[in-house]
């Protein structure tokens, strides 16, 4: 899943002389809450809502005497973030979920080839391709089993859960936190026979460790691990 697939396109900029008074108007009328800063074109920074809370009414004071017009004629130049992170346009969302982890950052630019702006990704987007990725919610019944990483173990899941009338949503593995030689397998299915349930659960744990099974249905949440 690439990020040039997910971004949001059509962008809001500024330029550096754009006010403080009319960067916060522009980010709550259209609710966001990271502006890219163009200037001839090319990108010279982000203001974001964490930069509007930082300009302390500091800013503003003259002579000892707080001056809040001064405030709000406040240039964004000053107190934008210079040179952001950028994101490639051919990143993957996972490497770009990373990216705003490490920098604790809720969004950034995309750029293409030329570094030219062409979009922004923020944590909103990448939600959005994860739950595009997971499958739609509704309805559907969804298991988590730790199983030996052998080359049929997925396979034989997703057998034993069609025989049970379900077709498959999504599946998603990992490695994580596990000896080696394991792997956990979350599996998301429609149309599963609900009749079946205690079956299903005792055929899957024939061939794991359950984790979980979820059925978002009826809201039913069994935890075993």
Not at 35 to 56: E, H, Q, W, Y
């Amino acid at each position: 899943m690439l990020v040039k697939h997910w971004m949001t396109k059509n962008v809001i900029t500024v330029d550096p002389d754009c006010t403080l008074e009319r960067a916060i108007q522009i980010m709550k009328s259209k609710k966001i809450r990271m502006l890219p800063v163009l200037k001839n074109g090319a990108l010279k920074g982000v203001i974001t809502d964490r930069d509007l809370k930082r300009a302390s009414a500091s800013d503003a004071v003259t002579n000892n005497k707080m001056d809040l017009s001064a405030l709000a004629r406040l240039k964004i130049d000053s107190i934008m973030t210079r040179n952001p992170i950028r994101v490639p346009y051919n990143y993957t969302i996972d490497e770009t979920a990373e990216l705003l982890l490490e920098h604790k950052i809720s969004g950034a630019p995309v750029v293409d080839d030329m570094n030219n702006l062409i979009g922004v990704i923020t944590q909103t987007n990448v939600y959005k391709a994860l739950i595009s990725l997971t499958g739609k919610r509704k309805d559907s019944v969804q298991f988590g089993v730790v199983v030996k990483d052998t080359r049929n173990s997925i396979k034989e899941m997703a057998e034993l859960l069609r025989n049970h009338g379900g077709r498959v949503i999504s599946i998603l593995t990992s490695d994580d936190n596990l000896p080696k030689g394991y792997r956990k397998v979350f599996m998301r299915m429609s149309d599963i026979d609900r009749v079946r349930l205690d079956a299903i659960t005792e055929e899957l744990q024939a061939k794991g460790e359950l984790i979980y099974i979820i059925d978002h249905h009826d809201n039913v949440r069994m935890v075993f691990h």
